[in-house]
């Protein structure tokens, strides 16, 4: 009997992270762009997101899981709150759900997001890989 293959994909490294905040009906409020840090750690990842721009922000996540699916695509799932750390964040805080799925080439990333405890949002992410750690 074989033992499954446990490894999972090479995503570590830093991202180009593009995101679009939307309103309740679907539309595009506001877009935004930001780097994405992945780093190796157990069974996932942990995710550090740090906004730029006129809505600046650092989360950082929690529980994650990584998952991988038959197209060869894999499906990261993660917690997040605001980074008491960082400047941006330090005086209020934030947390939601995050889901991103990677495509087999491990280049790109699309998912989506939900904000709670402060700025009550839907957004939908897309990641470009800049650079592998």
């Known amino acids: ?37 992945l780093v190796p750690g157990g069974d996932a990842f942990s995710v550090a997101i740090e906004t730029t721009g006129f809505k600046t922000s650092r989360s950082v996540s929690f529980a994650e899981k990584l998952t991988p699916l038959p197209s060869g695509e894999w499906h990261l799932r993660y917690g997040y709150e605001a980074d008491p750390e960082h400047f941006a964040t330090e005086s209020h805080t934030f947390f939601g759900l995050s889901q991103l799925t990677f495509a087999p080439d491990l280049a790109s990333a699309r998912g989506t997001s939900c904000n709670y405890n402060g700025r009550y949002v839907v957004m939908e992410l897309q990641a470009t890989r800049e650079e592998r750690t």
Do not use: C, N
């Open 1 to 37: 009997m074989s033992v499954p293959d446990r490894t999972g994909p090479d995503l570590a490294g830093t991202w180009a992270l593009h995101g679009a905040t939307l309103g309740p009906d679907g539309d595009t409020l506001y877009e935004w762009d930001g780097r994405m840090t």
